[in-house]
């Protein structure tokens, strides 16, 4: 409660960690790690009778505040042991509620505003008097007037006279509003009527350096040049910005001769900065001076758009270093970005990658896993559609098209394999919370270049393997939906939402069936290539609770689920779900779960996929000192095939038992954050072991804990989720 005074020390699971950590130092020593102690640590609160009695005055002043006019607030003290417990008792009364409202509006002008909008006001008669309520509706009727042109009205004109001597635990309210205050050259006031606004200039300033404006002065301002394009003026000090013109006026709300409106402002300069090119946009207004002030019986005032420019160019090494249960790997990433590749923001980026990781077998044999690559990227301010590439559409729902392509070679224990795949789509916004992702033509093409002899027959055993490590194409597409409302309640509990659906194979399926090919090897081809189809969709959702600013927890759940059919018995490899590693069940590691209560012949080398994942996480989090975050979690879940596979006894996905091959792990890790980045470590240990075929499957009780078995250390960057 914001009204209390004194709080006692932050807690973490009971314990008074800050203020341990304070204690540690010694008072009388300012040098480290004394000091320190005490910056990262808290200071003891020590019960203070004058902040108890603040606190008393500032919570009846509160209730006072919600109509609770002649209600007391007493306050408790209890002392022991050097302990103090503050009670604040409050009396309430009956609240007084508002009798009459009678409206005041000197004003002509606005009156007709104010009564057109009467039926949205926020005070109502027979409702408790609030004083929240009053402060709401000044900024909601301010707001109101200034989307009507008034550019010079404020809350300042906005006044409300309470009378609570009327009886009968009642208050009459006036609510007025005041006339303009005009000050001449000789200081004399007059009250005039508020005036509607109209934009006379625009002038955009689309390469606004701040360093050179303010240094260059005249001289600076001298030197811009002008130049008038579609109603607007372009003010730089080169012919050729390096921003196109038209890309700047899509994304503008206000125009010249319109009427001044606070939202078109807000909305001009939240759609300038999603193009992600600008690292400033101001936008100010200047009401015109006499002798020309007037456009018929309204004012007018010229908009300024100040435009600074992100650095066009970048290039960054990305160092990645891995340590996954024994298994020690690392990846170099060199990125390259241009943020205005052809002038009209348009945001190209390509990344060379190259991977590699040591495993170490339980049979002492090193292998490793290596993956090089390159991935480019294009993405347009706009929709590459003619027929929704209109001014208006991208005002509306600020859409971006995006071209990707990419390959990538990967030397596996047991096979080969090279990788490539192109993707053209769109993004677009449905609302303040929602996206929309749509890739209408999605390509993958998966060579299988070599594979392990004794591994191939290995997987020869079951149908779904076999299928899985073949050569593939996947053309197709998908749609994503995102829900987010993070950065609008920033220090509220939000939500996060991905739902993504997908399906490949059903258009070529169906041309290969009108054109009459022939099957080769029961799967038809195309260019060669034997093509997936199947149709999958999942859900991603997370619920984070803020407790209080030093911890929180998020729930996380995951439900997905794919399905072959057709020219298909299996999901191509890339598109099977897989369970454990960092971002899952961090008690078993990348692969290793599933799928189901199966159990390999061969855990030398562990890569389990299916078709079907279920998860569930929840995640407390809590900070403890300098960059140092810790956590605990939970983690439940596995994944499952869609058809029987007799090769893997278990696997299959049925209603009647899938809750028996649940597992679950917990730990415990901790984060760093060095503001740049975010490096985690976690410890996760297994409490129910889908392999255990007898009894409950929870490992206490069942069998003795085996650290190299049972426990994962995982090293990654970033939240699990």
């Not at 390259?336 to 002038?343: A, M, P, W």
């Not at 899985?468 to 996060?496: C, H, L, P």
Request: proline share 4%.
């Amino acid at each position: 409660m914001p009204y209390v005074k004194q709080k006692p020390n932050k807690r973490i699971f009971g314990a008074k960690f800050h203020l341990g950590l304070y204690n540690l130092s010694n008072l009388e020593k300012t040098r480290w790690p004394h000091s320190w102690l005490r910056e990262i640590g808290e200071e003891p609160a020590i019960f203070d009778p004058y902040a108890t009695e603040k606190s008393r005055e500032q919570i009846e002043s509160y209730v006072g505040s919600k109509g609770y006019f002649d209600s007391q607030v007493m306050e408790t003290i209890e002392t022991a042991n050097r302990k103090s417990k503050v009670y604040y008792n409050v009396d309430l009364k009956t609240p007084y509620t508002i009798r009459n409202l009678r409206y005041q509006i000197d004003d002509t002008t606005i009156r007709k505003w104010f009564y057109r909008d009467s039926v949205n006001c926020m005070i109502e008669r027979g409702k408790p008097y609030d004083v929240d309520v009053l402060q709401g509706e000044l900024s909601r009727f301010e707001r109101f007037i200034k989307e009507q042109g008034y550019y010079s009205f404020s809350g300042d004109h906005i006044y409300f006279n309470v009378d609570s001597t009327i009886g009968n635990r009642q208050v009459d309210i006036v609510y007025g509003i005041r006339k303009f205050e005009k000050i001449d050259a000789n200081n004399n006031i007059t009250l005039v009527s508020h005036s509607v606004y109209l934009v006379r200039n625009v002038f955009i300033y689309p390469d606004f350096i701040p360093k050179d404006a303010l240094e260059g002065g005249e001289a600076y301002r001298q030197n811009l040049d002008t130049t008038y394009y579609e109603g607007y003026y372009f003010i730089s000090p080169r012919k050729k910005p390096d921003i196109k013109y038209n890309l700047i006026t899509q994304s503008l709300y206000i125009k010249p001769g319109s009427i001044y409106n606070l939202t078109r402002t807000e909305e001009s300069q939240s759609h300038l900065l999603s193009l992600k090119t600008f690292r400033l946009v101001n936008i100010y207004y200047n009401e015109v001076p006499d002798p020309v002030v007037k456009q018929g019986n309204r004012l007018t005032l010229d908009c300024n758009i100040q435009l600074t420019l992100l650095t066009q160019q970048s290039f960054k090494v990305e160092l990645e270093g891995t340590n996954s249960s024994g298994n020690l790997g690392g990846a170099v990433n060199l990125i390259y970005q241009h943020k205005n590749l052809f002038h009209g923001a348009e945001l190209f980026n390509m990344k060379l990658k190259g991977a590699y990781e040591a495993l170490s077998q339980q049979n002492s044999k090193l292998r490793s896993t290596q993956e090089y690559g390159i991935e480019t990227s294009l993405r347009f301010p706009k929709f590459m559609v003619p027929f929704l590439n209109k001014e208006q559409f991208i005002k509306e729902y600020n859409p971006t098209t995006t071209l990707l392509a990419a390959y990538n070679w990967q030397k596996m224990p047991f096979y080969n394999r090279a990788m490539a795949n192109a993707t053209f789509g769109y993004t677009w916004n449905g609302s303040m919370f929602t996206t929309h992702i749509v890739n209408p033509i999605q390509v993958n093409w998966v060579d299988l270049v070599s594979i392990d002899t004794a591994f191939e027959r290995k997987i020869n055993a079951s149908s779904y393997l076999a299928y899985s490590y073949r050569d593939v194409a996947i053309v197709g597409g998908n749609y994503s939906y995102i829900f987010s409302n993070q950065k609008i309640q920033k220090s509220r509990d939000y939500w996060f939402v991905r739902m993504n659906v997908e399906a490949a194979g059903n258009l070529t399926a169906l041309a290969s069936k009108a054109f009459g090919l022939d099957k080769k090897n029961g799967s038809y081809n195309i260019l060669g290539q034997p093509f997936a189809q199947y149709i999958r969709a999942d859900i991603d959702f997370r619920y984070n609770v803020i407790i209080n600013d030093v911890s929180s927890i998020v729930y996380r759940g995951f439900v997905g689920a794919g399905i072959p059919y057709g020219n298909s018995r299996a999901l191509p490899f890339e598109k099977q779900y897989f369970g454990g590693g960092a971002n899952g069940i961090r008690a078993w590691q990348v692969r290793s779960l599933g799928p189901g209560s199966y159990i390999p012949d061969d855990k030398s080398f562990l890569n389990q996929t299916a078709d079907i994942k279920i998860e569930a996480n929840a995640e407390y989090r809590f900070n403890l000192f300098w960059i140092l975050e810790g956590a605990i979690f939970l983690d439940a879940g596995n994944i499952w095939s869609y058809s029987e596979d007799t090769a893997r006894t278990g696997a299959q996905f049925r209603f009647n038992k899938f809750y028996d091959d649940i597992a679950i792990g917990t730990g415990a890790g901790f984060r760093f954050d060095f503001g740049f980045v975010l490096m985690r470590a976690d410890l996760g240990m297994k409490l129910r072991d889908p392999w255990i075929n007898a009894g409950t499957k929870w490992i206490a009780g069942n069998r003795a804990y085996n650290f190299r078995d049972d426990f994962t250390v995982v090293v990654a960057i970033g939240y699990p989720f």
